[in-house]
């Protein structure tokens, strides 16, 4: 499948986001596979997590095309990038309409909640009104149970993959931590449009410590060379993996999702959790990952405990977190028996 461009669509109106502040122009990119079928009820939609975009063939490899998870000759696939990445829809890279400049560090704070009303807006436009799955994990999961909430008609089934209800202090933990290496770069503080190349970086490398395990890194950095002092190769994993994604995404951004990740609970204003996932409609698979140190099997559980005819699946991975981006063939072998009934 050839890699494509994404779709543009400019809003008119303003985006008044959860905390009372407003973006005055705003887009959303989007990418699309397959084909809509006449009765407009074939649709997948993709929420991605953290530093992902919306080509979800590029970063999912083997759930996309003929006869995978979301096979492009019975469905129409879709996956919109979320507000405050860099990868074509609004975020501190953007200009500021107010100002003529970029946002920056001025980006203003974007809610899960807000997300999911961005992608509400994009689904109208494109006159969908039902969509056959919803999935997504970690930061993607997370938008699933909102929107599942926000439209609880809208779906047939949800998959929320590796995610929660409402974020965890661990989580939020690690998410500040990365934050004060990104701050501890003086560039990132100064505002250069370029800056936080190397605070972008060390959070990375924070980052990966929650996405593996201590058994990952045992069996897969360990040196073979028992006299050595220096240089391990642990270490140039960690500086590898930094530079890898500073290559391909921004510090002004990975300030803002992770920010983002903090701000996640579906039962904000809505009377707790419990009330909040019991409006769910969808049939909901819940799938954990037996690994998974970041959003533990035990958050997955609670989901399938509150959400009204739910069922839990686990996938046993050696890979942790990251299991939901690398388990496959298990997770197509749950839920392609389940969606395609």
């Known amino acids: ?51 992902a975009n919306s080509d979800v063939f590029d970063w999912w490899p083997g759930m996309v095309g003929p006869g995978c998870l979301m096979d492009t000759d019975k469905y129409f696939i879709i996956c919109a990038n979320i507000p405050g990445s860099c ?9 500021n309409k107010e100002t003529g400049k970029p946002w920056l560090n001025d980006f203003p704070l ?16 494109l006159g969908i009104k039902k969509i056959h799955l919803g999935i997504g994990g970690s930061l993607g999961g997370q938008q699933i149970l909102e929107w599942a909430i926000e439209e609880p008609d809208l779906f047939r089934f949800i998959a929320p993959v590796a995610t929660n209800a409402r974020a965890s202090a661990w989580g939020i933990a690690f ?16 505002g250069k449009v370029g800056g936080g190349s190397k605070g972008v970086q060390a959070a990375r490398a924070i980052a990966l410590l929650s996405y593996r395990n201590r058994n990952t890194y045992q069996n897969t950095q360990t040196d073979p060379d028992n006299d050595k002092i220096d240089n391990f190769k642990a270490s140039s994993y960690q500086q590898y993996q930094g530079q890898k994604l500073d290559r391909r995404f921004n510090a ?3 300030l803002t999702v992770s920010k983002t990740l903090d701000s996640h609970n ?21 799938v954990g990952i037996s690994s998974d140190l970041l959003f533990p099997p035990d958050e997955q559980k609670l989901i399938a405990d509150l959400v009204p005819g739910a069922d839990y699946y686990e996938i046993d991975s050696f890979y942790g977190h990251d299991g939901f981006l690398i388990e496959v063939e298990t997770l197509t072998n749950i839920l392609k028996p389940i969606i395609n009934d």
């Not at 890699?3 to 959303?28: D, S, T």
């Not at 974007?110 to 436009?125: A, G, H, Q, S, Y």
């Open 1 to 51: 499948m050839t890699q494509l461009e994404p779709h543009i669509f400019e809003f008119k109106q303003p985006l008044v986001l959860e905390n009372g502040a407003a973006i005055r122009k705003w887009q959303v990119a989007f990418h699309t596979f397959g084909k809509l079928n006449e009765t407009l009820d074939n649709v997948i939609w993709v929420c991605h997590a953290l530093t």
């Open 87 to 95: 990868y074509g829809t609004t975020g501190p890279l953007s200009i």
């Open 110 to 125: 974007i809610t899960v909640r807000d997300i999911v009303k961005v992608l509400m807006e994009l689904r109208k436009f």
């Open 175 to 190: 998410n500040e931590a990365q934050r004060m290496a990104l701050r501890a770069d003086e560039s990132f503080i100064e």
């Open 252 to 254: 002004y951004s990975y």
């Open 266 to 286: 579906v039962g904000r204003n809505r009377g707790g959790l419990e009330l909040a996932l019991s409006k769910i409609k969808a049939k909901t698979i819940a």
